[in-house]
């Protein structure tokens, strides 16, 4: 049985996932040891460029919080699977670059024994594991906050695409945040 692949992102109501400072008042114990979990059952950190990049300059620097118990620890050591044609700088490791044969690297990553890989973010890397039927699980907080940006890239769906999801779970915070975790739809033959 290979690992999963799992994405979490941030989401507002009207489906914004950029630039989630917007979620800080609605993080609370309950999300804080939902996020510790989600990451300390993972081994491997798999990037894209933006978010590595964003990363890197974040949390080297963050300080532990109390209740997440060595979570900044955990997320500075944790291998880390960048994907890029482009990146030129990998400061924030330990960290290994996938530049070609995408699909088949990480094929070859999540066949690996292992705990699951996990991808912050819902960006090309993730739509593209998606296609390619490599994403087992979209994690997606939705905070009780209204954004209204429509930039391209700030919305969960890229425009043109189209994914058949499955709630595997929903759960509730009490400071409004729902997690619904989805797994691709399984499609009668």
């Known amino acids: 049985m290979s690992r999963k692949i799992i994405a979490v992102v941030y989401a507002s109501l009207d489906g914004v996932i950029d630039n989630p400072e917007w979620s800080m008042p609605y993080f609370n114990e309950q999300a804080g ?28 620097t963050m300080a532990e919080q109390e209740g997440l118990d060595g979570f900044a620890h955990r997320m500075n050591t944790l291998p880390k699977y960048v994907v890029s044609t482009t990146i030129d ?12 044969d995408v ?67 929903a759960t509730t915070f009490d400071s409004g945040i729902a997690v619904l975790s989805y797994r691709p739809a399984t499609t009668a033959d």
Not at 89 to 100: A, H, L, Q
Not at 136 to 157: C, F, K, N, R, S
């Open 103 to 169: 699909i088949k690297q990480i094929t070859e990553l999540k066949n690996k024994p292992g705990d699951n890989i996990l991808i912050y973010g819902v960006g090309r890397l993730a739509h593209t594991l998606l296609e390619h039927g490599l994403l087992d699980e979209l994690e997606i907080w939705i905070h009780p906050v209204l954004v209204g940006i429509t930039a391209p890239g700030a919305q969960i769906v890229r425009e043109g695409s189209k994914a058949l999801l499955e709630l595997a779970e």
């Open 33 to 60: 040891q939902r996020a510790r979990a989600t990451l300390f059952a993972s081994d491997t950190l798999l990037l894209g460029k933006g978010t590595y990049e964003g990363f890197a300059q974040a949390w080297p």
């Open 89 to 100: 700088k990998t400061e924030w490791g330990p960290v290994t670059v996938i530049r070609d």
